[in-house]
């Protein structure tokens, strides 16, 4: 009889949602070799988490993560807290023997990075980062070819990851924004997405140099706002919305329009690089949250000697693949709907017929599915955070390089 694996979740926001529906729907379309329960969801306030239980399908809930990982009753840990949270829960969550899947980037630091896998080794429990894009079926379809050669030598890996969403300066100082708790902006939170599909689609780095940049350097304090904020940093200045100089606060002022209390952004709103693999490709990086228009885009184009590879995750179903074998009057790219079952394109088999298209959530059901097999059969799952820490490196030898103004050898 298939055994049972009980799950417990820290953090019940954007990314709780988007797991528990994961682990809600992963038994349902895949043949898993364990059975699941959604045991415990664990948030910080009592009401918060009692509803996200009722409404994501827990059975329990808890306000303390340590409950949660000294339990006996959970086997699997999956950690959807901000940055900051990674390493203090996942590394407690190894020691107590559970299988570890957490959310991206692994890790605030390096250091931290390397203390979570050493953490999860000398456990020997399973331990999986959620950089779930490696399982788009198109991404996973791209990497097929590039194994099989398809694209030959490969010289160019160009990526941009767009959003729009800070361009907008009413936005609030979220936690995001706020370098103690997420480590680093647009760097931390997109471009290490980038990064990881280029070690996984094209190899490792070898040098690094980069360029950060802040463009919005203060925003409103907001009370409240997602994840209840760290003591934030005092704002320099008082500014009105306009940036004109306002009276101090606690002026008295009656009449006046309330003066809206600004705090510093402490991380980079955007964040590029240009890079060498050690197999001699270069690389191209982009991440942007100032970008009218790009709402998801996450795009890549791989180049080689015998052709190229397009994608872009607002068309996610679609790969747009160059052959150049084909014959000169007909080449270009030619566009691949990965949604084949019958084993031809990945993952699609377990869901449904041939162009009816899968979405963001489905690439995270991949995950769990996969994780869930990975912890029955006992055998390591990539992304592993050794890929974590090697993402970390990366991410944190692009800072350097902005620091030095130089190039940054991995
Ligand atoms: N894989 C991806 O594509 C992807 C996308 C978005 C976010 N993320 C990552 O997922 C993580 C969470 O992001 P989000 O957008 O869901 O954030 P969020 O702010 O929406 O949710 C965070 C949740 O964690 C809870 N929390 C914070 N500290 C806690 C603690 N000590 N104990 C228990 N609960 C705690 C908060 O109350 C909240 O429920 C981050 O690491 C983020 O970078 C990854």
């Known amino acids: 009889m298939a055994k049972t694996l009980r799950v417990g979740m820290i953090g019940h926001g954007f990314m709780g949602k988007v797991?528990?529906?994961?682990?809600?729907q992963a038994p349902h379309f895949f043949p898993l070799k364990a059975k699941l329960e959604m045991h415990t969801v664990c948030g910080r306030n009592p009401a918060g988490v009692q509803a996200a239980r009722a409404q994501l399908g827990w059975q329990f809930a808890a306000t303390d993560w340590r409950e949660v990982i000294e339990s006996p009753l959970i086997d699997i840990l999956d950690i959807t807290t901000p940055n900051d949270a990674h390493a203090e829960i996942a590394i407690a969550a190894a020691r107590a023997g559970k299988q570890v899947l957490c959310e991206t980037p692994l890790a605030l630091s390096v250091k931290e990075a390397e203390a979570m896998l050493a953490a999860a080794q000398k456990a020997r429990v399973i331990h999986m980062v959620c950089h779930n894009y490696r399982r788009v079926p198109a991404i996973a379809q791209a990497k097929r070819l590039i194994a099989d050669g398809a694209l030959g030598e490969i010289y160019h890996y160009y990526a941009r990851y767009a959003q729009d969403w800070l361009v907008d300066p009413e936005v609030p100082l979220r936690w995001r924004l706020q370098k103690p708790?997420?480590?680093?902006?647009?760097?931390?939170?997109?471009?290490?997405?980038l990064i990881d599909l280029a070690r996984y689609l094209v190899g490792e780095f070898k040098e690094v140099c980069g360029l950060m940049h802040t463009f919005i350097k203060e925003r409103p304090l907001a009370e409240g706002a997602g994840t209840a904020p760290e003591p934030l940093?005092?704002?320099d200045r008082k500014k009105d919305r306009a940036g004109k100089?306002?009276?101090?606060?606690?002026?008295?002022?009656?009449?006046?329009?309330?003066?809206?209390?600004?705090?510093?952004?402490?991380?980079?709103?955007a964040a590029l690089l240009i890079g060498r693999f050690d197999n001699g490709a270069l690389a191209n990086v982009e991440a942007t949250r100032y970008a009218p228009g790009r709402k998801n885009h996450m795009a890549f184009e791989i180049n080689g000697s015998k052709g190229s590879l397009c994608f872009d995750f607002e068309d996610m179903n679609r790969l747009k693949f160059c052959d150049r074998a084909c014959l000169p009057d007909r080449q270009g790219f030619r566009d691949i709907l990965v949604t084949q079952p019958g084993g031809v394109h990945p993952y699609i088999g377990q869901w449904w017929r041939a162009g009816h298209l899968l979405g963001y959530e489905h690439t995270f059901v991949h995950t769990v599915a996969d994780f869930v097999n990975a912890c029955v059969e006992g055998k390591p799952i990539q992304?592993?955070?050794?890929d974590g820490l090697k993402n970390q490196r990366v991410l944190a030898a692009v800072e350097e390089s902005v620091k030095t103004r130089g190039w940054v050898r991995l």
């Open 245 to 269: 100089a306002s009276a101090p606060t606690g002026d008295p002022n009656p009449g006046a329009k309330p003066v809206q209390k600004l705090g510093k952004v402490t991380v980079d709103d």
């Open 181 to 193: 708790i997420s480590g680093s902006g647009t760097h931390a939170d997109i471009n290490v997405h």
């Open 233 to 235: 940093p005092k704002p």
């Open 383 to 386: 992304p592993t955070f050794e």
């Open 19 to 24: 797991h528990s529906n994961a682990w809600r």
